[in-house]
């Protein structure tokens, strides 16, 4: 049963913007709360971004505060991350996760696909 389901990525000049989704189940949107992580080539997975189960904080790594957000649609069940100020550095393969873990993204209880972010210079 797929449970998370990123769109949204693509190519960008350098301080252009893009949004990704996530789409959820409704029960995994409704019960767990939900991040995203971003894994540049030959790195690790490094936390982006989270928002609390029931959408009321949000919290970002310092490499992007002030540049992204996240958002959620509840009717739709589906978080976004909006980037702005996009910068090469940002070029990543994108993941949307869900439940408990702490900023470690092995810890979380669901994982999306993954969408390409590619930033030029």
């Known amino acids: 049963q797929v449970q998370l389901v990123e769109s949204g990525g693509g190519l960008v000049q350098a301080g252009g913007s893009l949004r990704l989704s996530c789409a959820a189940s409704?029960?995994?949107?409704?019960?767990?709360?939900m991040a995203w992580f971003r894994q540049a080539p030959g790195k690790e997975h490094s936390f982006v971004g989270g928002?609390?189960?029931?959408?009321?904080?949000?919290d970002f790594a310092d490499s992007v505060k002030g540049r992204f957000t996240i958002s959620r649609d509840n009717a739709k069940h589906t978080l976004y991350l909006q980037m702005n100020s996009l910068k090469p550095e940002d070029t990543a393969v994108y993941y949307c996760?869900?439940?408990?873990?702490?900023?470690?993204?092995?810890?979380?209880?669901?994982w999306g696909q993954g969408t390409q972010v590619t930033v030029s210079s």
């Open positions: 996760v869900a439940g408990w873990g702490n900023r470690r993204y092995e810890e979380y209880k669901y």
């Open positions: 409704a029960h995994t949107f409704s019960f767990y709360p």
């Open positions: 928002m609390s189960w029931t959408g009321g904080s949000t």
